[in-house]
């Protein structure tokens, strides 16, 4: 009884997969290198040809791979019985490691990566696991969506407004990779740059970069942001200084006196470089009276005195 049962759970776990030209699913999938510009090497290639040849087949088992409980119990219950089978004799013996419950989310993205947007009939699935506790996992899971293409953008209009602060600087990451296309996430994304959770309000900004750089209604409030900092000054003042200098130093020009109040009043010396950096790309003419000011720190090399 307890060799049927062993048997039957290893005919499930074993037999269920996609195979194609007698390789397995998995297999093509470690075989992909993610993120391979074209044209790919030679073993990405065929792995790529190989999944898009098996097709939304893939599927199932693919957003399985993003879910580390989806069959835990019966896969534990699996584990116990060939432990069992294998103490009670000597002549077979079973592999358990492939019983344990754990996710593979590289494999998933692998086989999206393969399929682009002929996997868009996954996106709610994908979108809805973007919430879960795995950070490796909920990583993996925002880059397939990516590859997914624009199709993805409604729904993750949604997870950006969500509660869930860490889904939403996903979401906020994934519409920053369609550029111009997820201009409808704007409105939602100076909200969260407004956000107390300072992650969240740092990847609104990096988004707002990509997807509106040059925006004078985002360099305002990039230079709010700068503001309300009121000289406590975080990460999130590094972040807002590049991403005001590099992308919206065009329409940034009412940053000068915010720029030049940080410059004279902040404690660090790392913040007054980088407004001086800032300064410089906004207004090279003003900058020209603080560079000779600009002070060495372990960003940049020291000079001798």
């Not at 939304?56 to 399985?64: C, F, M, R, S, V």
């Not at 750089?213 to 990039?222: I, M």
């Amino acid at each position: 009884m307890g060799a049927g049962a062993v048997f039957v759970g290893w005919w499930f776990f074993e037999t269920r997969e996609p195979v194609y030209h007698g390789q397995k699913l998995s297999a093509w999938a470690q075989q992909v290198g993610v993120g391979e510009e074209q044209p790919f090497s030679a073993p990405t290639a065929e792995a790529v040809a190989a999944i898009c040849a098996i097709g939304t087949d893939a599927l199932p088992l693919a957003i399985g791979w993003f879910d580390p409980d989806a069959h835990a119990s019966f896969r534990t219950k699996c584990g116990d019985l060939v432990d069992y089978f294998n103490a009670k004799q000597r002549w077979l013996h079973f592999d358990t490691e492939r019983f344990k419950p754990q996710p593979k989310p590289d494999w998933a993205r692998a086989v999206f990566f393969a399929l682009g947007t002929n996997a868009q009939s996954a996106i709610p699935q994908l979108v809805q696991r973007l919430t879960t506790a795995d950070p490796n996992v909920a990583g993996n899971v925002a880059e397939a969506l990516v590859y997914l293409g624009p199709a993805s953008i409604p729904p993750l209009l949604s997870v950006l407004i969500s509660t869930n602060s860490r889904a939403a600087g996903l979401a906020a990451y994934c519409l920053s990779r369609f550029g111009t296309n997820s201009a409808a996430a704007i409105p939602a994304l100076l909200q969260n740059l407004k956000s107390t959770n300072e992650s969240l309000a740092n990847d609104s900004a990096f988004a707002l970069a990509g997807i509106a750089p040059g925006s004078p209604t985002v360099s305002a409030a990039l230079i709010e942001r700068l503001e309300v900092a009121d000289g406590e000054h975080t990460l999130g003042t590094f972040v807002t200084l590049d991403i005001l200098g590099l992308f919206f130093a065009s329409n940034a020009i009412a940053a000068v006196p915010v720029l030049e109040e940080i410059i004279a009043k902040a404690d660090e010396r790392a913040v007054r470089n980088r407004a001086i950096r800032t300064l410089a790309l906004i207004d090279p003419t003003k900058a020209v009276h603080y560079q000779g000011g600009f002070e060495a720190t372990s960003e940049s090399p020291k000079n001798p005195r």
